[in-house]
Structure formats: C-alpha cells, structure tokens
C-alpha cells in the first residue's frame, strides 16, 4: 500500500473522527462530518489588507459525504448561515472550501 492509499484509508478514522478533529455540521441541509480551521483564514487575513474575508469559514470534507465538488460562487447554507463557496481544492480525497458571507467579486 502506498502512503497515498494509507492518508486516504486514514481520512474518516483519524482525520474526520469524531472523538478527535471533526464535528458534526450542516451543508446544504445534509449532515457532515468536517473539520473547521478558522485559525489558516485568521493568519491569511492578517496578510490581507483589504481584509475582504471577514467571516470567512475554511472546511474540510470526504468528498463522498457531498453529493458533488461544490462550485465557486455557489450560495450555500453551513449550519445556519449562508455563504458563498469562494474556493475549493481536492487532495487526496477531501474537500478543503472556503466559505465567505460577502459576495465574491
């Protein structure tokens, strides 16, 4: 087995178990299991000087807990706000998105 095939294998019970990273959250009114990382977007406002990501959420989802990659642009509803995806990227299996409140440009 590969190291590829071992992070993939290793996505639901370590990376997205419950008892240690994920929590549970609604996306589109689907339950998920996710990681949140505000801390990444906090240092990356901080390097923004317009500061156009105010209230910004990054995620991270097993892409087969979604019913397809979400789109950029996309108006979704995230536990009980609304947002706009404003960034997706696949790796190895999951989903890291970038959420924002503001309309992107």
């Known amino acids: 087995?590969?190291?590829?095939?071992?992070?993939?294998?290793?996505?639901?019970?370590?990376?997205?178990?419950?008892?240690?990273?994920a929590e549970e959250h609604s996306?589109?009114?689907?339950?998920i299991l996710c990681v949140v990382d505000e801390e990444t977007l906090n240092a990356q406002k901080l390097k923004d000087a317009k500061g156009t990501y105010i209230g910004s959420k990054l995620?991270?989802?097993?892409?087969?807990?979604?019913?397809?990659?979400?789109?950029?642009?996309?108006?979704i509803k995230f536990d009980d706000t609304y947002y706009f995806v404003t960034k997706v990227v696949e790796n190895y299996g999951m989903y890291s998105i970038t959420l924002d409140v503001n309309k992107p440009s």
């Open 1 to 21: 087995m590969t190291l590829k095939e071992d992070i993939i294998k290793d996505i639901d019970s370590v990376f997205l178990n419950l008892d240690d990273f």
């Open 27 to 31: 996306f589109d009114n689907n339950n």
């Open 59 to 75: 995620i991270y989802v097993n892409v087969n807990q979604l019913k397809g990659k979400p789109v950029n642009g996309a108006r």
